[in-house]
């Protein structure tokens, strides 16, 4: 594996001197290695940023780049190497030190303060202070107000953040990173929960910065993004460093074969789809403020996307059909039969199951194993005389893991110790051990390496051959289209329109989205 | 492709890594703790901790008590609750239990119609006395939502309260043989480990302890995997409320009496067991092996100390910095753990 990898990199790592002009570094990383108990997250890795530039990093999930930008940041040390902020060797025993020395980190998780104003958030740890020692709220507003209108962030400095949605959030993160007026700035996933709109925002402040001479490092799944913003494109696979390239020297082909070393010929897999007869009827659902008016039938061996922006009711839907938050208005048929499903656990005896949105939230099972997150929905169904029926239980665990491969060291290991990818199998282990006959998936492949998106494409696609009858809920345009055989398009709680698989095109679809129809 | 042919199964290395060390450091806390005593004795009094056997004994009679609550107080934790009202309850299904076991040859019982019954019907009404406590904390807190610490505090209170106008705070004495047998020698601690037994293969073994830990680990995820989560954290309160009764019938058959200042504040010793155990307040980690260990240690410090001729008081403030102490080094531990 680790002799592939030195060969494809061979080529890449090399960048010619007369493609970029010899500048000064802002930033360096030379031969970079960090370790954590039992395992070497970073193994002599580069990394080096020019000012006035965009550098975006990528790689699956546990690649290392997340930690490489936590050394960076001050928030990790490294075992060996170096950091050389232009030119001088640094060290930064705190995040404090990092950002002292001017460099600024975006969280991928938010850490905003929801009871705190937005201009308090900003200037925590540092706010203005008047000739008593004490805060100047004034002051502080005005400040505020100057960088969010510099930013061309529409908000009202007075604002509680937690009144905020998470695009929001996400701006005022962004501002507040802006705010330290650091040389190096460091985005990790900024756009994971922003709608077009703001993303385009996005970016224009980061052309702003780039023309100020800042150096942006920019962390993301998204190969679009790479191609809009990047201007050099730095790739880790395994805590390995793999190569530097010019961003208009690639396509997304060669990005992708960089980023898993290997190539992934079709990330969609054509299926020859027989449709079967009508299993789910969903008529006029609603939920009181939420959605309304909901009505589409599901067939056996179908694939429904759901597209739509955050905040759309997609999710709502599911939850609503699984009774989580039952609906307050419709009908739901199954088999041509009315059925009234207000909690999981009815729904899981009808053949339900619902893989949630938010992996941590509502997924996971920290503190357990795997074999223990993988067993809890069929638990009911392993119990005799009272106690569970380990053997057979384990048994079927071990045949999901192998089916889906899922890549543990053992089932008694932690699920927290498993990358994003290897637990969304695991989860999607847990309900098909239900074997259910609708599988909802929401946002199946949120925040996971491109390895393991096409192999749980490639699953989706194989339950549904076999008659499973499927919805999928996206924000991933490409996956939503690449894999349903319909679309159907939400915006602010109502239903758009359904597309069939010829007519939906990511135009069309992100038309309905926004509430054009 | 062939990252997954390397995945090869390791499952015995990983399984006794995991399961190993939680249990083992405690239980070695546990033994120099006794050690140091040892040395103490023979430094200040010139005679044996350990080898008394009489001291030995007396000490696990009186962690029996703390333990039952604390089993209880374990599980309840697990789910992200707590019980503040275990030591209350006790003293309630205490002080009922005690006054359907007076003999009648004592002129001033409670109900003088009621004397000389068999015994089981007081240890029925205790051990219902505490069913009914808890099943009614599980109930508020998962119909109304409001947080277990308040829901159990007004417990506390209120059936601290409850058990002294039962009878005016007048203490209930004079117990039938048969009762105050539930007490006699090794019984406490016969009773306490079998408890602890069933609910250690509970939780590990069954659909009740996979549902508490999921609850404990993610209540949300625990829902939407069709658990039935308010219906189980009743049940789990009862429990918790079912051995806090069990404990009142034992803690009254020991002392021959009933008294409603029975159990004062040992619901912060069995929560202080449990921690010590290694049950962590942020749930869906901990152990009744753990606690039982926890248990031990409270009770070995509190014999150790009386043995050596520590003050009552200084006693107490030793107490409160090693629990302190305790939950740091796990919160460190458990945070080693997560760092990756």
């Known amino acids: 594996m680790f002799a592939s990898a030195t060969a494809s990199s061979a080529p890449a790592a090399t960048v010619r001197p007369d493609v970029i002009p010899e500048e000064p570094y802002l930033l360096e990383v030379a031969n970079v290695s960090k370790g954590f108990p039992g395992v070497v997250a970073l193994s002599d890795v580069q990394l080096r940023v020019r000012p006035g530039s965009v550098l975006a990093l990528m790689g699956e999930n546990g690649a290392g780049k997340s930690t490489l930008m936590k050394i960076v940041a001050g928030i990790y040390q490294p075992d060996a190497g170096e950091l050389r902020l232009r030119g001088k060797p640094v060290k930064f025993d705190t995040p404090l030190a990092a950002l002292q020395a001017g460099i600024a980190m975006i969280h991928q998780e938010l850490n905003l303060m929801p009871h705190m104003s937005i201009a308090e958030n900003i200037w925590i740890g540092r706010e203005q202070l008047n000739g008593l020692h004490m805060v100047d709220h004034g002051e502080m507003h005005r400040c505020t107000a100057r960088l969010l209108e510099r930013l061309r962030i529409n908000l009202d400095p007075e604002e509680q953040v937690g009144n905020l949605s998470i695009a929001e959030r996400q701006m005022v993160e962004i501002a507040k990173a802006v705010s330290y007026d650091s040389d190096i700035l460091i985005m990790d996933e900024p756009t994971s929960a922003i709608t077009e709109t703001e993303v385009a925002h996005l970016f224009s402040i980061i052309a702003d910065l780039k023309s100020q001479g800042k150096g942006i490092i920019y962390i993301t799944h998204k190969m679009n993004e790479v191609f809009a913003i990047a201007d050099e494109v730095a790739v880790f696979r395994d805590g390995a460093y793999i190569g530097l390239q010019r961003a208009d020297s690639m396509d997304g082909d060669s990005l992708i074969s960089m980023m898993v070393g290997r190539e992934l010929s079709q990330l969609f897999p054509v299926r020859e789809q027989p449709i079967g007869e009508l299993v789910l009827s969903v008529r006029d659902l609603s939920l009181d403020g939420i959605f309304k008016g909901v009505s589409f039938d599901l067939h056996a061996g179908e694939i429904l996307g759901i597209a739509g922006l955050m905040g759309s009711g997609r999710t709502n839907v599911a939850e609503a059909i699984f009774g989580v938050t039952p609906s307050t208005g419709g009908e739901i048929h199954l088999d041509g039969q009315p059925v009234r499903i207000s909690d999981p656990h009815m729904a899981i005896e009808k053949g339900f199951a619902l893989l949630t949105e938010d992996r941590k939230l509502s997924g996971l099972f920290p503190c357990l194993s795997v074999l223990e997150n993988m067993e809890m929905a069929v638990l009911p169904h392993y119990v005799g005389n009272g106690f569970i029926q380990q053997k057979a239980l384990r048994a079927l665990c071990e045949d999901m893991c192998k089916k889906l491969r899922v890549k543990t060291p053992s089932l008694e290991q932690c699920i927290d110790n498993l990358s994003g990818g290897n637990q969304q199998k695991a989860l999607l282990a847990r309900w098909l051990m239900t074997n259910p006959r609708i599988l909802i998936l929401d946002e199946p492949t949120r925040g996971i390496d491109v390895g393991a998106k096409a192999e749980i494409y490639r699953l989706i696609s194989y339950l549904a051959s076999e008659g499973m009858a499927v919805i999928m809920i996206s924000s991933e345009l490409p996956e939503v289209l690449g894999m349903s055989d319909r679309v159907m398009v939400m915006h602010e709680g109502d239903l758009m329109g359904t597309l069939d698989r010829s007519e939906a095109t990511q135009e069309r679809v992100m038309q309905l989205a926004s509430g054009l129809s | ?340």
């Open chain 2, 1 to 340: 492709m062939n990252a997954i042919l390397e995945n090869k199964p390791a499952a015995a290395p990983a399984r006794t890594r995991r399961r190993l060390p939680t249990e083992l450091s405690i239980f070695l806390v546990l033994i120099g703790i006794g050690l140091v005593f040892e040395v103490f004795g023979w430094i200040m009094r010139d005679q044996s901790f350990l080898m008394n056997s009489q001291r030995l004994v007396l000490m696990i009679l009186q962690v029996s008590i703390i333990g039952l609550l604390a089993i209880g107080v374990t599980q309840v934790i697990i789910t992200t609750g707590i019980d503040l009202s275990s030591g209350s309850v006790l003293a309630l299904s205490a002080m009922i239990a005690a006054s359907l076991a007076q003999t009648s040859d004592f002129t001033r019982a409670v109900f003088p119609s009621l004397t000389d019954l068999p015994v089981w019907i007081p240890v029925v009404a205790g051990l219902g006395v505490g069913l009914l406590a808890g099943a009614i904390n599980g109930s508020i807190i998962a119909i109304t939502g409001i947080p277990p610490f308040i829901a159990t505090l007004g417990m506390m209170v209120s059936a601290r309260g409850l058990a002294r106008y039962y009878t005016e705070g007048q203490p209930v004495s004079m117990l039938s043989d048969s009762y105050t047998a539930i007490g006699h020698g090794a019984m406490p601690v016969i009773i306490f480990l079998v408890v602890a037994v069933i609910f250690h293969i509970a939780l590990r073994y069954t659909k009740y302890g996979k549902y508490t830990y999921a609850i404990g680990g993610n209540m949300q995820a625990a829902r939407t995997s069709g658990i039935n989560v308010k219906r189980h954290l009743v049940i789990v309160y009862s429990i918790a409320g079912l051995l806090a009764g069990l404990a009142g019938v034992v803690a009254s058959a020991r002392a021959a009496t009933g008294q409603a200042g029975m159990g004062m504040s040992y619901e912060l010793d069995a929560i202080a067991a449990a921690v010590i155990g290694g049950t962590s307040l942020a749930g869906g980690v901990g152990r009744i092996t753990g606690t039982v260990i926890g248990a031990l240690i409270l009770g070995v410090m509190a014999s150790g100390f009386t043995f050596v001729g520590v003050d009552a008081y200084i006693q107490d403030i030793i107490k409160g910095l090693i629990i302190v102490v305790a939950v740091v080094i796990d919160q460190y531990r458990n945070k080693r753990k997560l760092k990756r």
